[in-house]
T-cell receptor, first 115, second 111 residues
Framework: EAGVVQSPRYKIIEKKQPVAFWCNPI?????LYWYRQNLGQGPELLIR????????DSQLPKDRFSAERLKGVDSTLKIQPAELGDSAVYLC?????????????FGPGTRLTVT | SQQGEEDPQALSIQEGENATMNCSYK?????LQWYRQNSGRGLVHLIL?????REKHSGRLRVTLDTSKKSSSLLITASRAADTASYFC???????????FGAGTILRVKS
């Protein structure tokens, strides 16, 4: 079974530039998560999707971040414009059960460096 | 904000020794999970313990949960160099599908 796929793995951009991350969850997983992980910290949830609906985006900085999940499968997270403080690893995860959080399956992440 | 706090922040042991990591949290939970993260990679789920369980085993892993103290511990027995990684606890509330991760413990196993 293929795991969660993310691309790109690494991205270096200058501040004020846009950037986008892509995620393909495990087949059949209806719940998809985007996390941000700063250096030396645990992941922090940015947004959670149930199928194509964003059900928790309270931690998403909506002035510059946007996300979409077309047809309830793949998802894209976008930052425009990027700031120096956005440098982090962006992790995508998916899970099968949506009622109570059980185990989540993580992709390898995209390491973003904003210069 | 991160609910779980791991202790210690970093741990260095010799291969074959046991490693114990602790996690404290603040609010009531449905379950608590432990994840491992190798350098430059995503997180891998290790074990889940429900709020009505006190101890759980999986291979060389042993997890305990004390809901009265709002704390959990992860024991890795007979450690190997391949166990070198960061370990995170994550708490799940009774309502709402959201895991909250701690800051992690960095484990280094020297061969």
């Amino acid at each position: 079974e293929a795991g969660v796929v993310q691309s790109p793995r690494y991205k270096i951009i200058e501040k004020k530039q846009p950037v986008a991350f892509w995620c393909n969850p495990i087949s059949g997983h209806n719940t998809l998560y985007w996390y941000r992980q700063n250096l030396g910290q645990g992941p922090e949830l940015l947004i959670r999707y149930e199928n194509e609906e964003a059900v928790d985006d309270s931690q998403l900085p909506k002035d510059r971040f946007s996300a979409e999940r077309l047809k309830g499968v793949d998802s894209t997270l976008k930052i425009q414009p990027a700031e120096l403080g956005d440098s982090a690893v962006y992790l995508c995860a998916s899970s099968l059960d949506r009622r109570v959080p059980y185990e989540q399956y993580f992709g390898p992440g995209t390491r973003l460096t904003v210069t | 904000s991160q609910q779980g706090e791991e202790d210690p922040q970093a741990l260095s042991i010799q291969e074959g020794e046991n490693a114990t990591m602790n996690c404290s949290y603040k609010t009531s939970i449905n379950n608590l999970q432990w994840y491992r993260q190798n350098s430059g990679r995503g997180l891998v789920h290790l074990i889940l313990i429900r709020s009505n369980e006190r101890e759980k085993h999986s291979g060389r892993l042993r997890v305990t949960l004390d809901t009265s103290k709002k704390s959990s511990s992860l024991l890795i027995t007979a450690s190997r160099a391949a166990d070198t990684a960061s370990y995170f606890c994550a708490t799940a509330p009774f309502y709402g599908n959201k895991l909250v991760f701690g800051a992690g413990t960095i484990l280094r196993v020297k061969s």
